[in-house]
């Protein structure tokens, strides 16, 4: 049994609107999807690539577990019993891609229409905004699995919409508007970096080099 740890991080300020983003489209006729794999899998198989190509070196995040009740049947063999969070976790990847820090989520949802809200928690919101405020890149990676489809979403985005009172969800349309389209394909099976490519030279633009 483990446990979630009580306590909620603060509020910070609202983000501001991204830009419309255009749709990244890979190797059509192949989707990994359909092979029973989840957008973790996919990713952590894509960051494998990546590592392995010397392309970036992104990793998913530990989570740090205090264990309380191990029961041990045989030497060689112990059983988690009970065990506890030590802290609320923040998002699931970080890393560096040609110089600059990465740091995102990775969300899926079987709905068709629209994302829910509460599949993402304060403290995660709160972290991304504490990256951004350092200039680093951060996004979720959001995957309608009933469709196939697959976004890179900025944070600025999320965060926007999340601070919105009364906003249960982000529609398929607004993600699509705010989000940069991929699709799976084959090392990478989520090539997400072609959209972290073009988040890099918006931002080169926005500061005129």
Known sequence: MVKYPNGSLPIFNQAKQPKIRKKYEHRKGVNFSDRGMTLEQQINESNKYYLEKEIAVVHKKPTPIQIVKVDYPQRSKAVIKEAYFRQASTTDYNGVY?????????????????????NFHEHQIYHLEACLK???ICFTIIGFTSLGRFFVTPASFVIQQWYKKHKSSMTLEEIENNSIEIQSGFRPTIPYLNAVDQFITDRKKDNGK
Request: proline residues 4%; charged residues 35%; aromatic residues 16%.
């Open 98 to 118: 040609k110089g600059y820090y990465l740091d995102f989520e990775a969300k899926e949802t079987k709905n068709k229409t629209n994302f829910p809200m509460k």
């Open 134 to 136: 350092q200039n680093g």
